[in-house]
């Protein structure tokens, strides 16, 4: 079964931090791009960072720069979303999807169980 799983999250204070996890099985994420969302209470889903196949991050969300930053373990068929300096309205389940190429151009698919970040004190 070809899925991605997200992990990580948890309740963390404001100014805090948290790695989430997106772990491919039934696949190799080697060749394509990996998206990072997140649906807050009451809001649409946003994108926030993508990175393609070749590592290359696209910032999607004004409100995450400079705060979190995306990488990719190909080795261990994993990509990571790094967030720092965590603020309250940060607070949201955060999603992972596969992207149909390597590029974050290229469109994105389902949407997996996703895992919720809390960021209060």
């Known amino acids: 079964q070809l899925q991605l799983v997200e992990s990580g999250g948890g309740l963390v204070q404001p100014g805090g931090s948290l790695r989430l996890s997106c772990a491919a099985s039934g696949f190799t994420l080697d060749y394509y791009a990996i998206g990072w969302f997140r649906q807050a209470p009451g809001k649409e889903r946003e994108g926030l960072l993508c990175?393609?196949?070749?590592?290359?991050?696209?910032n999607y969300a004004d409100s995450v720069k400079g705060r979190f930053t995306i990488s990719r373990d190909n080795a261990k068929n994993t990509v990571y979303l790094q967030m720092n300096s965590l603020k309250p309205e940060d607070t949201a389940v955060y999603y992972c999807?596969?992207?149909?190429?390597?590029?974050?151009?290229?469109?994105?698919?389902?949407w997996g169980q996703g895992t919720q970040v809390t960021v209060s004190s």
């Open positions: 999807r596969r992207a149909s190429g390597g590029s974050c151009k290229s469109s994105f698919g389902s």
């Open positions: 990175i393609s196949s070749t590592g290359g991050p696209t």
